[in-house]
């Protein structure tokens, strides 16, 4: 398989993933320090629906323009011409 295709498959599956399972994104802050104590909050942010559907179209992009060039590689001859 050709690296536009690998790449093109696995921003397909990254995508899915993020669309059907809503994963999130974990952030920590610091909002109170006293000497040894420390209190934090830990936020989960939920990944937009947009950046799933921008991966599984990025790479369906990338799988047909890798099956493109494989069409048209380099290895075939081109006509001259006259």
Known sequence: MRILTVVGVGLIALGTLVVSGRPAIRSK??????????????????LPIWTGVLGVSGGVVLILVGSRRREAGPDRKRDAGP
């Open 29 to 46: 802050q610091n909002i109170l320090e006293f000497g040894e104590f420390k209190a934090t909050v830990e936020e989960r942010h939920a």
